[in-house]
């Protein structure tokens, strides 16, 4: 009975990550309807927010779209990939190419934030954040 309950919160975390876009978590209402698997990709941006973000520091795009499923460096999903310089490394991502790399193509339950989501340029800044950022 726990590990159907433990499925069922990593499964609606998951699903709330991706409906939300991994925006702060008090921006994340209940879902109203079946949770998408996990490997989804993330929603795409409104009309014109590619452009709006443009501009923003990583710090302020990070806490948009990452600091809900990664607050403090941390990680919700999976506590051995942390943001933290160790699991980076640990991971093989020790460059800002290495994280939009992952950040394209992830696994673990992350979504997929694809270049019309979150433009090269932000996605850049993000990753030079969090290898500043979280030692």
Known sequence: ??????????ALTIAGCIIGGCKKEEEHKPAETTPAPATTT???APAGTATQAQG???EALFKERCASCHPDGGNTMNAKKTLH?????AN??????DIVAFMRNP????PKFDATTVPDAD??????YILKTFK
């Open 123 to 128: 996605a850049t800044a993000i990753a030079e």
């Open 42 to 44: 993330a929603p795409a």
């Open 92 to 97: 093989n991502m020790t460059k800002a190419e």
């Open 56 to 58: 923003k520091s990583g």
């Open 85 to 89: 310089s160790a699991d980076l490394k």
């Open 1 to 10: 009975m726990n590990r159907k309950i433990a499925a069922g919160l990593t």
């Open 107 to 110: 696994s673990g339950g992350m």
